[in-house]
């Protein structure tokens, strides 16, 4: 089964740069679109990036993603980062057989 | 902008189905979104993918919920509905409906309980 992995926590200072990452289990991850999910405390998800590196409108350019094939992962990045920042990130695709998946997400902390 | 609302009964009990329609505003439901989906969340847990509706109306689910899960639209009513048979409380969960992976509800609680 298709798996995406993600580090379970990240931590940075206000202003600074931090990057998630999100890794293929098998295949190519460039194949199908990568799509980033922030979901703060007590609060539905929103999506920061869909189709590897688009923004919703609204979304700050501090967030960018990308997809790296040479080692199967996707990353987002958020650069200036601010304390309204910190969130469970999480990163989703599909498998071969058009079926979505998910990361089990990763807890940024901007201390 | 597109805006989704989850409604449904929060309260369900054991071995019933679970049943959620998730309606839509600002825009039609026929032509608005390439797909619809179903999230859920249980407490404390990450996010997992239960199964999504196309335009073209081909539905895909997750495999260890296929047995148990329908998704349908009601173009009439600006709708998509999710039901989840034979219920445990290990459905229990927030539900959330989203549209191609950008627009999103707010999300429902659900508990299985007697």
């Known amino acids: 089964n298709f798996m995406l992995t993600q580090p379970h926590s990240v931590s940075e200072s206000p202003g600074k740069t931090v990057t998630i990452s999100c890794t293929g289990s098998s295949g190519s991850i460039a194949s199908n679109y990568v799509q980033w999910y922030q979901q703060r405390p007590g609060s539905a998800p929103t999506t920061v990036i869909y189709?590897?590196?688009?923004?919703p409108s609204g979304v700050p350019d501090r967030f960018s993603g990308s997809i790296d094939s040479s080692s199967n992962s996707a990353s987002l990045t958020i650069s200036g980062l601010k304390t309204e920042d910190e969130a469970d990130y999480y990163c989703q695709s599909y498998d071969s057989s058009n079926q979505r998946v998910f990361g089990g997400g990763t807890k940024l902390t901007v201390l | 902008q597109l805006q989704l609302q989850e409604s449904g009964p929060g309260l369900v009990k054991p071995s019933e189905t679970l049943s959620l329609t998730c309606t839509v505003s600002g825009g039609s439901i026929s032509s608005s979104s390439y797909y619809w989906g179903w999230i859920r969340q249980p407490p404390g847990k990450g996010l997992e993918w239960i199964g999504s509706i196309y335009y073209s109306g081909s539905t895909y689910y997750n495999p260890s919920l296929k047995s148990r899960v329908t998704i349908s639209v009601d173009t009439s009513k600006n709708q998509f509905s999710l039901k989840l048979s034979s219920v445990t409380a290990a459905d229990t969960a927030v539900y959330y409906c989203d549209g191609d992976s950008r627009n999103w509800g707010q999300g429902t609680l659900v508990t299985v309980s007697s």
């Open positions: 189709e590897d590196n688009q923004r």
